[in-house]
């Protein structure tokens, strides 16, 4: 989706300079580390994921693991991104079915809510990070914001989001990402939420023609 991740990488952090390409040792290396994060927060959450153990669980020198994430905000917010690129891959194998984009939408942040809903834990510490994440996360945070775009936009059908669509899709991430904050805090209920993310989607009827079927 070169034209979507385009756009999403124009509303982000453009100015951040590209890090050098991991090699392949060193992608599997990081791939270990990721998993190993998940596993830990899965169990225990925020509290449970601690750099020694992450790097002795995925058999890496700790030294070493401060070079790929200098602190555990970090690496947590990496693993967020790192869920939300598997569940894309997940929900593209099985795309929404709603007759407009925003059903389409709604059903999408829907179905993502869910897969966190099923390991609570790893979410709480995922959204944890997030929200402690200061200036120095920044290009981590960023790659959050650009995957959660990308997902939305793919659920739209949109190859060229115009600003208004784009500014539709930053309003429509926040409101997810706060119905999941008030979610894991016991402040919202599943239903509560579902009514929130429908209401906001919403918004992509106001922005104009949209993708797939012109709805």
Aim: proline content about 6%; aromatic content about 4%.
């Amino acid at each position: 989706m070169p034209a979507q991740a385009k756009e999403a990488k124009v509303e982000t952090n453009a100015s951040q300079p590209a890090s050098p390409p991991l090699t392949e040792r060193q992608e599997a290396r990081r791939r270990r580390i990721l998993h190993a994060s998940a596993q830990l927060a899965s169990r225990g959450g925020f509290d449970a994921v601690q750099m020694r153990e992450v790097a002795e669980s995925s058999q890496v020198a700790l030294g070493t693991l401060y070079r790929y994430f200098p602190s555990k905000i970090h690496l947590l917010v990496a693993t967020m991104q790192d869920q939300l690129e598997h569940m894309h891959g997940t929900l593209r194998k099985k795309p929404p079915t709603g007759d407009t984009a925003a059903q389409r939408v709604a059903e999408t942040l829907m179905r993502a809510f869910r897969a966190l809903q099923r390991e609570p834990h790893l979410a709480d510490a995922m959204v944890r990070a997030l929200t402690f994440a200061d200036r120095s996360v920044s290009p981590e945070v960023d790659q959050v914001s650009r995957q959660t775009t990308v997902i939305i936009l793919d659920a739209m059908g949109l190859e060229n989001p115009t600003p208004e669509q784009l500014s539709a899709v930053r309003v429509i991430e926040h409101t997810w990402h706060s119905a999941l904050i008030t979610w894991l805090s016991g402040r919202a209920s599943i239903a509560q939420v579902k009514i929130d993310i429908e209401t906001v989607c919403r918004l992509i009827d106001l922005t104009g023609p949209q993708g797939q079927d012109g709805a």
